[in-house]
């Protein structure tokens, strides 16, 4: 895996983690709303790697 692959995973995990504790602790709306980003990332991070050819490492 790439240097940009840990990243992607790193920030889809951190919205995960954030998504959870605002469910729970601040608003679930808000939950809600960072929880739509999981996907979104790991989305667009599998989108940018097909268009500069993530597959040759």
């Known amino acids: ?11 889809a995990l951190l919205s995960m983690f ?10 679930k709306e808000a939950g809600l ?7 979104s990332l790991l989305g667009f991070g599998m989108y940018i790697k097909n268009i500069y050819g993530g597959s040759h490492e």
């Open 18 to 27: 954030l998504s959870i504790y605002l469910w729970f602790v601040v608003d």
């Open 1 to 11: 895996m790439k240097k940009s692959d840990f990243f992607i995973l790193g920030s």
């Open 33 to 39: 709303f960072v929880g739509l980003w999981v996907p």
